[in-house]
């Protein structure tokens, strides 16, 4: 009984350092970096950034977003959806409030891509947050808030 007493609290601390160790599992190992970049981001005059910025003014004709590249798989194409989520766009033609839209597309990897909407119609010119995102089907995403503001 003293013995088994003994190798107690010896038995307790061999195992307390093995696990300080990771020797019998312990964490996961970290997430696999995300596979999608923002390279830019703001205001466009067609492929050109012409400022960066979060603050967008409602105007007919802005275009704003980000540019991005797929990183992974290495050579190859990802399948991708782009959602861009408004505050609330009263569309006349469907007479409801649209909030979210979403488009799927395949990219090639390593290649710019532009995630952007453009004020095409008076109706879509909502102020508040617009969130604009890419997602790929490993799960990882990019997305970008943008702060739509009636210019003065």
Known sequence: ???ML???????????SCSGFNLFGGDEPPPPPDSIEIVDFGIYDGNTLTLQTEAVPKKLGTTFGF???VKKPEGGQAAIRIITTSPGMINPAKKEVEFKTETTDTVQVGVQYNCIFTFEQEWEMVSGDWTLEVAAEDGSTAKKTFQVYNPQ
């Not at 003994?6 to 307390?16: D, E, G, N, Q, Y």
């Open 6 to 16: 003994l190798v107690l609290p010896i038995l307790t601390l061999f195992l307390a």
């Open 1 to 3: 009984m003293k013995r």
């Open 67 to 69: 540019r991005f590249q």
